[in-house]
């Protein structure tokens, strides 16, 4: 049980880091972006409700 709560402090961590990097992006010249970074929260998220699923699925066999 004690991994579920490491997996959801590591999804609302990504969640606040995404929203500061959406909130350093510089409208008037996109160019200049951490793209990068939105990236790979939105990567970290994805993978984070994956494992999510699957230990739930694991706890109901």
Known sequence: MKRIYVIYFV???SIILMIL???????????????????????????????IRDIKKKENN
């Open 11 to 13: 999804l609302i961590a």
């Open 21 to 51: 990097n959406i909130a350093e992006l510089d409208f008037d010249n996109l160019k200049k972006g951490p793209f990068t970074g939105i990236i790979s929260n939105i990567l970290l998220i994805a993978a984070m409700l994956l494992s």
